[in-house]
C-alpha cells in the first residue's frame, strides 16, 4: 500500500523536528543513542567480540541515532564499523554534516594479507568506520543490523476479512480521487493470515496488515547476516490486540509532528505506517533464519541499559557545571526530560524492542 523509497521519504523530511513530519527515540536526544551504544556492547560481547565489528542501520535517516552511539564511545569503538542505510538522497548528504563518512568500499576496512597464498583479510583495530549506502549490503557478515522505527514504514497491504474469506483492499481511482476496492486476497496471503489468527475471533470487515515489505526486508537480512542478530524497535502488537483496536489506531498518517488525515489523501505528503504484527514478525523472521530471542518494552530495555543511572550522571554534571551554562552542563540537565519521554508507556516508551538472532 505504501512504499517508502518514493512519495513521503523521497521529499527526505523524515524524523526530526523543525519542518520534519514525526520524532523518533533518536531526536528526542542524546541519551537513545547513549543506551543502544550500550546493548551493541552487550551484543559485541555475546558475539565474542569480533573486530571489526559490523553494524548495518537500516534507515539511518539523517545519521542521528550512529553520531550518538559514536559519542558515546561505546566499549566495541575500535573496532565498530557502522554502515547507515538511506534510500533518500537528500538525507544521506544530511548524514555528512553529522558523521566523518568514509568511501563506500571502506565499510570492511584496511585490508591485509597475513601471506601471500592468503586472500585479504580486513585489519583490526581500524574503527570506528562510517559509511552510507543506499540499500544493504551485498555481502555476507556476521553483523547487527539495527532497524528504529523502520518495520512500521515497509510497504503494506491490508486484507479484510468477510466473515468467510480474507479479502485484500486495493487502491482505485473514481472520478479524480482515490478509492478503496476490495479483491480477493492471494492464495498465499489468505493462508498466512489464516495461521496468525487461529483460535481468534475474527469479525466480518476486521483488517490486518500484509507484510510484505515486512517478508522481504528480513529475506534480504537474511542474505547479508551469516551470524549476528537484527536489533528492531517499532510499534509492534500480537494479531488479537491488533483485531480489538482496529485499523483506524493500527493505520496511522503523520504531517509535521501531528496525526494526518486518510491515508489515501495527499499521497506522497504524509507518512503512512502500520504497526507491526508479531505473530507476522516471528513467522517472516523464521523463514528467513532467524529466531526471537527477546522481546521487550522500549521502557523495560531503557531501563535494563540503566537509564537511571544516566539521568543520575546527567544530574552530577548539571550540579558541577551549572555556573559555567556550558553545552555539557545543559546536556546533563536535560536527561532527566529525555528519559522521561523515552520511557512514557502511552508514547515511546510503549515501542516494542525485539532482538532477533541466528
Known sequence: MYDPAGG??????????????????????????????????????????????FVIEAGAGRGRLAREVLRAQPACVTALHYVLVERSVSLREEQRQLLDLEPADEALGPFARLSPD???????????????????????????????????NLPFGVAQWDGARWQEVRVGLEGDR????????????????????????????????????????????????????????????????MLARGAASW???????????????????????????????????????????????????LRDLDIEGLVREGRRTWEERAHLGDLEALTGRSRAAEAAALCDPDGLGAHRVLTLSR
Open 178 to 241: 482515490l478509492t478503496e476496492v476490495v479483491v480477493p486476497a492471494e492464495a498465499v496471503d489468505a493462508h498466512a493470515l489464516g495461521e496468525i489468527t487461529e483460535g481468534l475471533t475474527v469479525a466480518a470487515g476486521a483488517r490486518l496488515p500484509i507484510p510484505r515489505g515486512l517478508e522481504e526486508w528480513l529475506e534480504a537480512c537474511g542474505r547479508v547476516v551469516r551470524h549476528g542478530a537484527i536489533l528492531a524497535i517499532d510499534y509492534v502488537d500480537d494479531a488479537s490486540g
Open 8 to 53: 513521503f521519504f523521497a521529499a527526505g523530511r523524515g524524523a526530526g523536528r523543525a519542518g520534519r513530519d514525526f520524532v523518533t527515540s533518536p531526536e528526542v536526544g542524546p541519551l537513545f543513542g547513549a543506551c543502544t551504544a550500550r546493548a551493541l556492547d552487550g551484543l559485541w560481547h555475546e558475539q565474542g567480540r569480533p573486530d571489526p565489528f
Open 251 to 301: 493505520l496511522r498518517t503523520y504531517r509535521l509532528h501531528e496525526r494526518g488525515s486518510d491515508p489515501l489523501d495527499a499521497p506522497g505528503e504524509q507518512d503512512v505506517t502500520a504497526d507491526v504484527v508479531r505473530e507476522q514478525l516471528v513467522r517472516a523472521a523464521r523463514a528467513s533464519g532467524f529466531v526471537l530471542a527477546s522481546d521487550h518494552s522500549q521502557s523495560d530495555w
Open 118 to 152: 592468503d586472500a585479504p583479510a580486513p585489519l583490526a583495530g581500524t574503527g570506528p568506520v562510517f559509511v552510507s549506502l543506499d540499500d544493504l549490503p551485498a555481502l555476507e557478515l556476521d553483523a547487527v543490523v539495527l532497524a528504529n522505527e523502520l518495520l512500521d
